[in-house]
């Protein structure tokens, strides 16, 4: 997906969740493509939506929250997960 694909999907995807603001795979998307721009605050905070979807119910690990925030450590590299 590209620049402007991703761009259109994302303000579709917000006009899905003015209409519905609980809908997990709206919100899922919008953290896959926040991520993939390299967003990684915002990203994780919607990523985190996946857990309330029906199919990932057992399936999807608890992860801590300070191993998502795209913070840098002593080794100079980006945390990611």
């Not at 991703?6 to 006009?15: F, I, N, V």
């Not at 919100?27 to 919607?46: P, T, V």
């Not at 057992?58 to 191993?67: I, N, S, Y």
């Amino acid at each position: 997906m590209d620049r402007l694909e991703g761009e259109d999907a994302l303000r579709a995807l917000l006009a899905a969740l003015a209409q519905q603001s609980e809908n997990a795979e709206a919100h899922l998307a919008i953290g896959q493509i926040l991520l993939a721009r390299g967003e990684m605050k915002a990203g994780w905070i919607e990523y985190k939506w996946r857990k309330k979807l029906e199919m990932a119910k057992g399936m999807v690990p608890e992860l801590a929250d300070d191993f998502r925030d795209g913070s840098r450590h002593d080794s100079g590299c980006d945390t990611l997960a």
